[in-house]
């Protein structure tokens, strides 16, 4: 059975920095493209960032390019994003998820659609006061 497990979350004041955690149990995440998306009350849930089996690929929704940096340890089989300069409209229950990709076919498209991903957790709270 797969499990992916998010940790990190908070309350921090704008300006401030997060690490959020994504560990998975029953899944080898080196066969796997793994993403962040958050949703904030009263929205859709949106995609923010996404990475590579391999570590080579990332992709970034624009609202975050600059702060945000999502990265990955497949031997503790773990995906983290840190997030820099948090600002109130970060404010969301931050989702990790994983899709199954073939090596070559990290598109961006693809990997931002939440709807081509297999397996997600239960998500954790980030919280930017003003």
């Known amino acids: 059975q797969v499990h992916l497990v998010e940790s990190g979350g908070g309350l921090v004041q704008a300006g401030g920095s997060l690490r959020l955690s994504c560990a998975a149990s029953?899944?080898?995440?080196?066969?796997?493209?793994m993403g962040w998306f958050r949703q904030a009350p009263g929205k859709e849930r949106e995609f923010v960032a996404a990475?590579?089996?391999?570590?080579?690929?990332?992709y970034y929704v624009d609202s975050v390019k600059g702060r945000f940096t999502i990265s990955r340890d497949n031997a503790k089989n773990t995906v983290y994003l840190q997030m820099n300069s948090l600002k109130p409209e970060d404010t969301a229950v931050y989702y990790c998820?994983?899709?199954?990709?073939?090596?070559?076919?990290?598109?961006?498209?693809?990997?931002?659609?939440?709807?081509?991903?297999?397996?997600w957790g239960q998500g954790t709270q980030v919280t930017v006061s003003s």
């Open positions: 998820a994983a899709v199954h990709i073939t090596p070559g076919s990290f598109y961006n498209t693809f990997v931002s659609d939440q709807y081509r991903y297999s397996f």
């Open positions: 990475i590579s089996w391999s570590g080579g690929n990332t």
């Open positions: 029953g899944l080898p995440l080196s066969n796997y493209a």
